[in-house]
């Protein structure tokens, strides 16, 4: 089965301090990408991060990273220094080949001050 | 720039009924999808596109078909709507590697 396994439907972090968002994968393909998208109350969707399965290094962007163990099928996000504008539902997703894309469940992050 | 502009974004329909939701996009992106978000169970794909004249299945198909006859414009049909079909539809489009999403539609069905 190709699937997105999200397995902390809420988390609680002070502010300030780095919060990691699980996520594992399931899948057969050997070109994927990953993702994850924030979702404010609001309710667009926010792309924040991108890893390719052939990508060596792990992603950056700015307070995001992505920790990606392909061995394990992980792909956790990192926020460093946690704001309370990241009170938010996070999802992480899965392009399969060049096609399909399939998000897990989310976390609902909420950031206390 | 408009992106991608989904239409309705509100609705509410009567069991049985029918509606098409239309999913624009001005990026000229080969992919198109629908999800349909319901609490506690994320996006789940409906359908979607890889081009122009194409369709096909994601991982809840059921009660719902799509047309793709221009590439920037995905429609959602749904036939004879059901309660279980009351959900928040988002349809979102992509290039390589990012999905750019609509804002949503919010859909009742009574």
């Known amino acids: 089965a190709q699937k997105i396994t999200q397995t902390q439907p809420g988390m609680f972090v002070q502010e300030k301090e780095a919060v990691t968002l699980d996520c594992t994968y399931d899948?057969?393909?050997?070109?994927?990408?990953l993702f994850w998208y924030k979702q404010p109350s609001s309710g667009e969707m926010i792309f924040l991060i991108y890893?390719?399965?052939?990508?060596?290094q792990n992603a950056t962007e700015g307070r995001y990273s992505l920790n990606f163990q392909k061995a394990r099928k992980s792909a956790n996000l990192v926020i460093s220094a946690s704001q309370l504008g990241d009170s938010a539902m996070y999802f992480c997703?899965?392009?399969?080949?060049?096609?399909?894309?399939?998000f897990g469940q989310g976390t609902r992050l909420t950031i206390n001050p | 720039n408009a992106g991608v502009t989904q239409t309705p974004k509100f609705r509410v329909l009567k069991t049985g009924q029918s509606m098409t939701l239309l999913c624009a996009q001005d990026?000229?992106?080969?992919?198109m999808y629908w999800y349909r978000q319901d609490p506690g169970m994320g996006l789940r794909l409906i359908h979607y596109?890889?081009?122009?004249?194409?369709?096909a299945k994601g991982e809840v198909p059921d009660g719902y078909n799509v047309s793709r006859l221009k590439k920037q414009n995905f429609l959602l049909g749904l036939e004879s709507a059901a309660p279980s079909q009351t959900s928040v539809y988002f349809c979102?489009?992509?290039?390589?590697?990012?999905?750019?999403f609509g804002q949503g539609t919010r859909l009742t069905v009574v």
């Open positions: 596109s890889v081009g122009e004249g194409t369709t």
């Open positions: 899948t057969s393909d050997q070109s994927y990408g």
């Open positions: 979102a489009s992509r290039s390589t590697p990012e999905a750019f």
């Open positions: 990026m000229n992106h080969e992919y």
């Open positions: 997703a899965m392009r399969l080949g060049a096609q399909k894309l399939v």
């Open positions: 890893q390719g399965s052939y990508d060596e």
